[in-house]
Structures are given as C-alpha cells and as structure tokens.
C-alpha cells in the first residue's frame, strides 16, 4: 500500500478552522483517501473518503490536490470534542484493508 | 442500535494464560476485523473475516487465532498469552471490504500480560 505523511501535531483555537494535511506521493490512480479520527480512549472513527473530487458531509471536507499527491481535511469549526487523532489513509483494491499510520494529533485551544 | 460490542473492556492475564474476547455487532455487517494498538502507535490489522465462513490473516497474526463464529460475532483468542501481545484491541465491522465501505470500531479491550 502506497504510504502516507502527516505532521506529528497540530494546535487550533476554538470555532477557527483546522487545515490538516497529508502527503501521499505515491498514491496510485485506483486509491482512495480516507480520513478516521480517534478521540481518547475510544475506537476510530469513520469522517470521510474521496478519490478526485473534493467531498463535503456533515462532519468535514476533504480537499484533493489535482494530482492528486496530498490532500487535506477540513473542519470548519473546531470544537474541543475535535480534540484527537486524525488518520490520513489510503485503500486501494489491491491489498484493500486499512493500515493505519501514525497520524496528527490535533489539540484544540479555548 | 449498539454497533460494535467488545467484551471484556478490561482484562489482566498472566504469562500463559488463555483469553478469548469477544466481538458482536448489530448492523448486518458481512465483514469483520480485529485489530492491535500499541502506545503512541496507529492500527495493525490481525486478523479478518471478509464474510461469514472465511478468515484470513492481517499484518501481524502470530500468536492469535479467531473464530467467526457467525454473522454477527467474531473472536479472538490468544492460546498462550504473552507480555509483548499487552496492548488495545478494536474489532471493526463494514458492509464488505470494498474500498469504499467505511469500517466501525468497537471501543476496544484493554489487555495486559504480566
């Protein structure tokens, strides 16, 4: 499975928006760019998927770069409940369970 | 609606022992998984059971064998437990394992091998 990057952790102030990014250079035409997020002591969460196109649902955005090598999410007001883990992963057909990595640890400011 | 159950949330074993946890979900789901998450780490996949009748080996199987026992359940056992499988263990469900099938965790059972 191609590899993802993410940055160890970022901060956000309270009812700003969040950009987080994640680089996936080697990402092949059938992958598709999902997005978990694992508050503490709980499982992963689901938040979002695309393959070309920008997708948008009640949780958050997902922005996809035209060559599709990085993409970033989007929370467009951060709440301290969006305290967590986010997961940049990609799944493609071949060998299509999710591997997760290491992930952005976002922390969320009053 | 429950979505994923796992049982026990807790458990302490001694080098050795055996355990199985369990896993039961509610949403119809054909796939199943179980997966390992050690500190500051993200998810290894142990095993999966893409469909009711068929289980096959993840990224790190060793140590582990599971059952899927039914639609709905899936468990795990460890035969002979030891300190390197202390860790966090999510069971997950989706429709199928199709790429674009989304996957819902449990919120995992903590286990330690002293």
């Known amino acids: 499975d191609a590899k993802t990057t993410q940055p160890n952790s970022m901060e956000s102030n309270e009812e700003e928006p969040v950009h987080l990014p994640c680089n996936h250079s080697?990402?092949?035409?059938?992958?598709?760019i999902h997005w978990y997020r694992q508050l503490p002591s709980q499982g992963p969460e689901y938040v979002i998927h695309?393959?070309?196109s920008n997708v948008n649902n009640r949780m958050a955005s997902l922005a996809i770069a035209e060559d599709r090598k990085s993409s970033t999410l989007i929370l467009h007001r951060a709440t301290l409940r969006d305290a967590a883990v986010y997961y940049c992963?990609?799944?493609?057909?071949?060998?299509?369970?999710?591997?997760f990595g290491g992930g952005t640890r976002l922390m969320v400011k009053p | 609606n429950a979505g994923v159950t796992q049982t026990p949330k807790f458990q302490v074993l001694k080098t050795g022992q055996s355990m199985t946890l369990q896993c039961a979900q509610d949403?119809?789901?054909?796939?199943m998984y179980w997966y390992r998450q050690d500190p500051g780490m993200g998810l290894r996949l142990i095993y999966y059971?893409?469909?009711?009748?068929?289980?096959d080996k993840g990224e790190v199987p060793n140590g582990y064998n599971v059952s899927r026992l039914n639609k709905r359940e899936f468990s795990l056992r460890l035969e002979s437990a030891a300190p390197s499988q202390t860790s966090v263990y999510f069971c997950?469900?989706?429709?199928?394992?199709?790429?674009?099938?989304?996957?819902?965790f449990g919120n995992g059972t903590r286990l330690t091998v002293t």
């Open positions: 059971s893409a469909s009711e009748g068929t289980t």
């Open positions: 949403m119809n789901h054909n796939s």
């Open positions: 997950a469900s989706s429709v199928t394992t199709s790429v674009i099938q989304p996957l819902h």
């Open positions: 695309g393959l070309t």
């Open positions: 992963i990609l799944r493609g057909n071949a060998g299509n369970m999710l591997t």
């Open positions: 080697t990402i092949s035409g059938t992958d598709y």
